[in-house]
Structure formats: structure tokens, C-alpha cells
């Protein structure tokens, strides 16, 4: 038996609501990746330097423009249509909490675009360890995110929470290690080589 229209429409725009949050994601997961490189870049000498800035700056633009872009519409777009279809949704405070993530995701996207523009322009004042801790910002930002959206008015404060909590900022800060010793680790290499 088909479903009705207005269930139809429900599901379809859950479906490409929830495939428009992963592609975006996805996209502001590698693109502040990018943008750690193209600093990093810096370090290299010429003419190495300037073919990867440049190269890193066109696959900024083509992740940006053509995938994490897009993506974020999809998923706004949908957005809407699920709460057309939902207006109770709007009164309940789990959907107040999601769209003040939603907000912050925006203000992300939007430093990324200036932080892309700045980096093409030479000007970018971020260093790689700054960048490397914004890149954990949506990590963040997509497990409150689930969880508000999985468990809507029930949200968990138990020691389950705070077991992925602390997972995240683990995480977090492991990624922060390994980047301060491969950069000693280079550093070594290089006395090691030059003496």
C-alpha cells in the first residue's frame, strides 16, 4: 500500500535532510584538513611552496564550492521541509538546542570561507596548531547534534554521556599530540640530517 503524500514527502525529506548533513560534514571535516596543509606548506621551499599553496588553495575552492556547499543546502533545505511538515517540532526544546547548533555550524562554515579567502590572499595569521583545533569544532558540534535529535526531550546526562564525552575530547587531544610529535619529530630529522 503506497503511503500517503505528506508521509512520503516525510521520509524523502529525512533521506536527503540526513544525506545533505554527511556530505557537508564530510566537507568541513577535510576542508580545514586543507587548510592545516596549505599553512604547513609554508615551511617548504621554493618552487615546492608555491605549487602546493596553490594547489591546495584549488582543492579548497572545488571541496567548498562543489561539495560542502551544496551540502549544507541540501540539508537546510530539507531542514525546512521537515518542519513544514513538523511545526510542533519548532515548541519543543530539544529543536531549539539543535538549531543553535545549527547556528554555530553556520558561523563555522562562514570562518572557513574567510579563512580560505585569507589563505589565497597570503594573509591567513592562523597557525597549524590553531587550525588543527578548530578542525575538532564540528566533531563536536555533530555528536550533540545525534544526540539531540536521538534522544530529543530525554537528553542523557548519566555516566554514558559523559563516557562519550570524555571519548571525544580524548580524541581531540590525541590528534593534538600526534601533530606536536610528528612536528618534534621532523624537527629531530632535520638536526639529525644538517649535523
Given at each position: 500500500m503506497p503511503l500517503?503524500?505528506?508521509?512520503?514527502?516525510?521520509?524523502w525529506f529525512k533521506t536527503l535532510h540526513i544525506v545533505g548533513v554527511v556530505v557537508w560534514f564530510a566537507g568541513l571535516f577535510y576542508l580545514v584538513r586543507l587548510f592545516i596543509y596549505h599553512?604547513?606548506?609554508?615551511?617548504?621551499?621554493?618552487?615546492?611552496?608555491?605549487?602546493?599553496?596553490?594547489?591546495?588553495g584549488l582543492m579548497e575552492r572545488r571541496l567548498?564550492?562543489?561539495?560542502?556547499?551544496?551540502?549544507?543546502?541540501?540539508?537546510?533545505?530539507?531542514?525546512?521541509?521537515?518542519?513544514?511538515?513538523?511545526?510542533?517540532?519548532?515548541?519543543?526544546?530539544?529543536?531549539h538546542a539543535k538549531l543553535a547548533v545549527v547556528v554555530a555550524l553556520l558561523t563555522y562554515h562562514a570562518v572557513c570561507y574567510r579563512l580560505m579567502g585569507q589563505l589565497g590572499a597570503g594573509t591567513c595569521r592562523w597557525g597549524a596548531k590553531q587550525l588543527r583545533a578548530?578542525?575538532?569544532?564540528?566533531?563536536?558540534?555533530?555528536?550533540?547534534?545525534?544526540?539531540?535529535v536521538v534522544f530529543k526531550g530525554q537528553f542523557p546526562t548519566g555516566?554514558?554521556?559523559?563516557?562519550?564525552?570524555?571519548?571525544?575530547?580524548?580524541?581531540?587531544?590525541?590528534?593534538?599530540?600526534?601533530?606536536?610529535w610528528r612536528r618534534q619529530r621532523a624537527e629531530r630529522d632535520a638536526l639529525v640530517a644538517g649535523g
Open positions: 500517503a503524500l505528506p508521509a512520503e514527502a516525510y521520509l599553512v604547513e606548506a609554508e615551511e617548504l621551499a621554493e618552487p615546492l611552496r608555491g605549487a602546493f599553496k596553490a594547489q591546495y567548498a564550492n562543489i561539495i560542502t556547499t551544496p551540502g549544507m543546502a541540501v540539508a537546510l533545505a530539507m531542514a525546512v521541509g521537515l518542519l513544514a511538515l513538523q511545526p510542533a517540532w519548532l515548541h519543543q526544546s530539544w529543536m578548530l578542525n575538532e569544532l564540528p566533531t563536536l558540534m555533530l555528536v550533540l547534534v545525534v544526540m539531540l555516566a554514558a554521556t559523559w563516557f562519550l564525552v570524555a571519548l571525544v575530547i580524548s580524541m581531540a587531544a590525541s590528534i593534538q599530540f600526534y601533530a606536536r
